[in-house]
């Protein structure tokens, strides 16, 4: 079982949509939960991140955490198609250890 | 554009060559990751320098080395290459040994024949 899963897709919306992008892991020492936005050919691009159980919020995107659970979610509300990219979710513990998802590629539809 | 450059940016080498991959962090940042992200394996951490001296090892395998330098600029040495090895390799950077604001370059583009 690997430490981070994440479904890769691809995941096709329609412009609009609330898109839920989901992860779960194994590891109960990760202490910080982060997405990262790729677009083709570029590297990733630091989305959200939190350290603790519940929700944050920044302008269309939401970051769920739930470590009871071991289960950590972004939603995007009104979809653009801007927001096409691979989302990749990562965790870290000991402070300095990290590990992705192998990311959701998104597409959003005009 | 995070502020993290890397040089070159497509490298197209031969099995068993050595190649040098180059980066340089954002202005203020102490530490320096380096990553591989291949179709198969995903994003795999390989290494992590901060202010010159070795913080953490992932995945990096032993004929993989880096290092960083007193300009904070980073240098990863990919030697004996297989094919296997073709795949895009990333620099991060962040300002202290903590993992959680890393800003990412744009990649080197290695492709092993």
């Known amino acids: 079982q690997k430490e981070v899963e994440q479904d890769p897709g691809p995941l096709s919306v329609p412009e609009g949509a609330i898109v839920s992008l989901n992860c779960t892991y194994s590891?109960?020492?990760?202490?910080?939960f982060m997405w990262y936005r790729q677009y083709s050919r570029k590297g990733p691009e630091l989305l959200m991140y939190?350290?603790?159980?519940g929700n944050k919020e920044d302008g269309r995107f939401t970051a769920q955490v739930d470590k009871s659970s071991k289960y950590i979610s972004l939603f995007i509300r009104d979809s653009q198609p801007s927001d096409s990219a691979t989302y990749l979710c990562?965790?870290?513990?000991?402070?300095?250890?990290?590990?992705f998802g192998a990311g959701t590629r998104l597409t959003v539809k005009p | 554009d995070s502020g993290v450059t890397q040089t070159p940016k497509h490298l197209i080498t031969a099995t068993g060559q050595r190649v040098t991959l180059r980066c340089s962090p954002r202005?203020?940042?102490?530490?320096v990751y380096w990553y591989q992200q291949s179709l198969d394996q995903g994003l795999q951490f390989l290494i992590q320098?901060?202010?010159?001296?070795?913080?953490a090892k992932g995945n990096i395998l032993e004929r993989f080395s880096a290092q960083q330098f007193p300009d904070l600029h980073s240098e990863l040495n990919l030697s004996s290459l297989e094919l296997g090895d073709s795949a895009l390799y990333f620099c991060?950077?962040?300002?202290?040994?903590?993992?959680?604001?890393?800003?990412f370059g744009p990649g080197t583009r290695l492709t092993v024949l």
């Open positions: 991060a950077s962040s300002v202290s040994g903590t993992t959680d604001t890393q800003y």
């Open positions: 590891n109960s020492a990760f202490q910080y």
């Open positions: 939190t350290y603790s159980s």
């Open positions: 990562a965790m870290v513990y000991n402070n300095n250890d990290m590990r």
């Open positions: 202005s203020g940042d102490l530490s």
């Open positions: 320098y901060y202010n010159g001296e070795e913080r």
